[in-house]
Antibody
Framework: EVQLVESGGGLVQPGGSLRLSCAAS????????MSWVRQAPGKGLEWVSVIYSGGSTYYADSVKGRFTISRDNSKNTLYLQMNSLRAEDTAVYYC???????????WGQGTLVTVSS | DIQMTQSPSSVSASVGDRVTITCRAS??????LAWYQQKPGKAPKLLIY???SLQSGVPSRFSGSGSGTDFTLTISSLQPEDFATYYCQQANSFPRITFGQGTRLEIK
């Protein structure tokens, strides 16, 4: 059974850092396209970042230069390192598996990141 | 970036009703469109991909159509568990995927 479990969310001050983790089971992270998608409170969905199976990475303009997506193949885990956090980064962050550059077929339960002083 | 606009933003309907939600892309996206259902406090769930293909396990009362810039999601006979928010998503400009703003389906 495919499962994605995020962790690492919490309350952080503006300018601070946080690392999110997404532990996968039932499939191999490194063989798939994996993304982070976020949802601000009461708002819609926003794609944040993707890592291709080949290792290439891409970011939304809103987080480029501040966030870094990575994976640990030995742990079958996806990460999102978030630096220089801003109030507008407050959201539930979901990891999701992309079905080869098209749609997201599996999602984690999400982890809440709150950026506030 | 390709903008996705859904209409209506919210709709009220009754169990058994037929409901249609529309999604329009700011430029042509062929059939690179998916639909998701999201319930409060839960992750989105994939319903339709490639504009009209039903995801495994999704009830057949859900259907999708369209290509180019105009797409629709239809629920043929609403069930109590269908009241949720629905999002469209384009993948034509991969990796820069974008979502519609959502349509909230409420009980009348």
């Amino acid at each position: 059974e495919v499962q994605l479990v995020e962790s690492g969310g919490g309350l952080v001050q503006p300018g601070g850092s946080l690392r999110l983790s997404c532990a996968a089971s039932g499939f191999t992270v490194s063989s798939n396209y994996m993304s982070w998608v976020r949802q601000a409170p009461g708002k819609g969905l926003e794609w944040v970042s993707v890592i291709y199976s080949g290792g290439s990475t891409y970011y939304a303009d809103s987080v480029k230069g501040r966030f870094t997506i990575s994976r640990d193949n030995s742990k079958n885990t996806l990460y999102l390192q978030m630096n220089s956090l801003r109030a507008e980064d407050t959201a539930v962050y979901y990891c999701a598996r992309e079905r080869t550059m098209t749609e997201f077929d599996y999602w984690g339960q999400g982890t809440l990141v709150t950026v506030s002083s | 970036d390709i903008q996705m606009t859904q209409s209506p933003s919210s709709v009220s309907a009754s169990v058994g009703d037929r409901v249609t939600i529309t999604c329009r892309a700011s430029q042509g996206i062929s059939s690179w469109l998916a639909w998701y259902q999201q319930k409060p406090g839960k992750a989105p769930k994939l319903l339709i991909y490639a504009a009209s293909s039903l995801q495994s396990g999704v009830p057949s009362r859900f259907s999708g159509s369209g290509s180019g810039t105009d797409f629709t999601l239809t629920i043929s006979s609403l069930q109590p568990e269908d009241f949720a928010t629905y999002y469209c998503q384009q993948a034509n400009s991969f990796p820069r995927i974008t979502f519609g703003q959502g349509t909230r389906l409420e009980i009348k």
